[in-house]
């Protein structure tokens, strides 16, 4: 959100390029900016071979009720008539906090191309609602990685999460240990997980701190944040290179 369209449309290209050879699911996010560039990013998508598309609501004007919100997924659904559009609910950031068990309903039966949420909130009660609601070809994302264990007990094991950039494997693991009903294992893994969690975000806002994971775990310069962010300093980067999850990542 923090970026232009025109480099928007430069990343998506890069990792359709990037991404097709290994049959990777290129699914973009085109919310966060005036709908015209929303409008905008979702036709370009449609036609560069992307797979899917996620959108966040309307960030100024925010929706007030289910068939404001599923008006204005439409109006995104209908610039790319021929991709699957999912829904990004983070209210934690967008403040725009609707039902959305009742969203899903409404979108199901007037956006043809609806096919899910992504579920970025820790009222797990909630996500599982959205679970029931959903259709046959439809999923729900979640989106809250400290949640991973109880999510899949309550049948949510479809996930989006940053920090599965730092720690695919533990991610995994919690997942299989639910699946051979571990209960004590899924339990202390994801605490594991949790409390890397919790150590990386003293050091910094999410942004920031996941780059400086990321270039830690793989070698790879991942730049800075996009301006208004800023990088976290050369000390804490230390400090998230001497946590013992992140190590033995690594």
Not at 69 to 81: F, I, Q, S
Not at 157 to 177: E, H, V
Request: positive net charge; hydrophobic residues 45%; aromatic residues 8%.
């Amino acid at each position: 959100m923090s970026l232009s369209v025109a480099d928007r449309k430069k990343i998506a290209n890069v990792w359709v390029q990037a991404g097709k050879p290994y049959r990777f699911h290129i699914m973009v996010q085109v919310g966060g900016a005036p709908l015209p560039n929303v409008l905008e990013l979702a036709g370009y998508c449609s036609k560069i071979g992307v797979d899917s598309l996620l959108t966040l609501p309307e960030l100024y004007f925010k929706p007030q009720s289910v068939a404001e919100l599923v008006g204005y997924v439409k109006l995104v659904a209908n610039a790319a008539p021929n991709l699957p559009v999912l829904y990004y609910h983070i209210p934690s950031f967008t403040k725009v906090e609707i039902h959305m068990p009742s969203f899903v309903r409404e979108a199901t039966l007037s956006i043809p191309n609806f096919k899910g949420i992504k579920f970025t909130s820790n009222d797990l009660s909630e996500c599982a609602q959205v679970l029931r609601a959903l259709k046959t070809g439809q999923e729900v994302f979640l989106g809250s990685d400290t949640l991973l264990a109880p999510a899949a007990l309550l049948g949510i094991k479809s996930s989006i999460g940053t920090t599965f950039n730092l720690f695919p494997r533990l991610a995994q693991d919690i997942l299989t240990a639910v699946e051979n009903e571990d209960i004590k294992q899924a339990r202390a893994l994801q605490e594991r997980l949790s409390v890397a969690i919790e150590a990386f975000t003293i050091e910094g806002t999410w942004v920031p701190v996941m780059k400086a994971g990321m270039e830690i775990v793989s070698g790879l310069k991942m730049g800075p944040p996009a301006l208004p962010q800023m990088p976290i300093s050369e000390e804490a980067k230390k400090r998230l290179a001497s946590i013992r999850t992140l190590k033995m990542t690594v």
